[in-house]
């Protein structure tokens, strides 16, 4: 068995003796929502809170990815994890990990990923449903957090992989926001360049129908560390335009 736990955490969870694999495989907690089943096991997440601090405990049983490096498979769990220290060293803001552990016994491959609630930050999918709402500098500054949380994954030779607006957490900070990211299962280094850069921002874009061409502009004028009129940002505009098309028509023919 292979386990890691966060330094700053342990004292709290020895607290509650909750700091080894066995004790958080067996606590008794409400799950969140319905587990996921498939890949021949399941994988559930649950909410604990702990002395006033929330955390997000997820746990599977023979739920298993196969990649070229697995090829008979690994818990999902291990790979999220590898992604999330990978994310830390780079510089990355995304979610903390606390606990990881996985376990075999008698033929079960059993994973725990425990990370910390991201109480006090919204995900941008709820702020986008009250879009028109937002005073005009808080959209501003939703963007320009987005622009430059995207800069820093790419500028690190990353992409999320689901850049999606619900799995891009916000927090006003003043007049400004910050940003990070959750589920990074599917990151994986960037290996084309530019065509692997749109292909990670337009999904965003699609999934914000609300935002206007001036609106994109402002994301991709921090993006790209430029101004919003530039060459270079008509460049991008323009190509993240056409691969939408191209994906709606996908969509729509399927």
Same mark, same amino acid.
């Given at each position: 068995?292979?386990?890691?736990?966060?330094?700053?955490?342990?004292?709290?969870?020895?607290? !509650?003796?909750?700091?080894?694999?066995?004790? #958080?495989?067996?606590?008794? #907690?409400?799950?969140?929502?319905?587990?996921?089943?498939? $890949?021949? +096991?399941?994988?559930? &997440?649950?909410?604990?809170?702990?002395?006033?601090?929330?955390?997000?405990?997820?746990?599977?049983?023979?739920?298993?990815? !196969?990649?070229?490096?697995?090829?008979?498979?690994?818990?999902?769990?291990?790979?999220?994890?590898?992604?999330?220290? @990978?994310?830390?060293?780079?510089?990355?803001?995304?979610?903390?990990?606390?606990?990881?552990? =996985?376990?075999?016994?008698? %033929?079960? $491959?059993?994973?725990?990923?425990?990370? $910390?609630?991201?109480?006090?930050?919204?995900?941008?999918?709820?702020?986008?449903? %009250?879009?028109? =709402?937002?005073?005009?500098?808080?959209? @501003?500054?939703?963007?320009?957090?987005?622009?430059?949380?995207?800069?820093?994954?790419? +500028?690190?030779?990353?992409?999320? +992989?689901?850049?999606?607006?619900? !799995?891009?957490?916000?927090?006003?900070? %003043?007049?400004?926001? $910050?940003?990070?990211?959750?589920?990074?299962?599917?990151? *994986?280094?960037?290996?084309?360049?530019?065509?692997? @850069?749109?292909?990670?921002? =337009?999904?965003?874009?699609? *999934?914000?129908?609300?935002?206007?061409?001036?609106?994109? @502009?402002?994301?991709?004028? &921090?993006?790209? !560390? %430029?101004?919003?009129?530039?060459?270079?940002?008509?460049?991008?505009?323009?190509?993240? +335009?056409?691969?939408?098309?191209?994906?709606?028509? =996908?969509?729509?023919?399927?």
């Amino acid at each position: 068995m292979s386990h890691f736990i966060a330094g700053s955490d342990q004292p709290l969870l020895a607290r !509650h003796g909750l700091a080894d694999f066995q004790s #958080l495989w067996d606590v008794q #907690l409400d799950a969140v929502d319905e587990p996921n089943t498939g $890949r021949g +096991g399941w994988s559930s &997440v649950f909410r604990l809170e702990l002395e006033g601090s929330g955390f997000y405990l997820k746990r599977q049983s023979n739920y298993l990815t !196969h990649t070229l490096h697995h090829p008979f498979g690994e818990p999902s769990f291990s790979r999220e994890f590898r992604n999330i220290s @990978r994310y830390q060293k780079l510089g990355i803001p995304a979610l903390q990990a606390v606990f990881f552990g =996985e376990q075999k016994i008698k %033929g079960e $491959r059993r994973a725990i990923l425990m990370t $910390r609630a991201l109480d006090g930050w919204t995900d941008l999918d709820t702020l986008l449903q %009250g879009w028109a =709402e937002q005073p005009l500098p808080a959209r @501003r500054a939703i963007l320009q957090a987005c622009g430059q949380l995207a800069r820093t994954l790419h +500028g690190a030779g990353q992409i999320h +992989g689901c850049f999606y607006p619900k !799995h891009i957490f916000l927090q006003a900070v %003043g007049n400004a926001y $910050r940003a990070q990211l959750i589920d990074l299962e599917k990151t *994986r280094p960037i290996l084309f360049g530019q065509r692997d @850069r749109i292909k990670d921002l =337009e999904p965003l874009l699609r *999934r914000a129908p609300m935002w206007q061409e001036a609106d994109v @502009r402002e994301l991709l004028a &921090v993006y790209l !560390h %430029g101004d919003s009129n530039s060459a270079e940002a008509d460049t991008w505009f323009e190509r993240l +335009g056409r691969r939408g098309s191209h994906k709606r028509r =996908e969509q729509h023919s399927a």
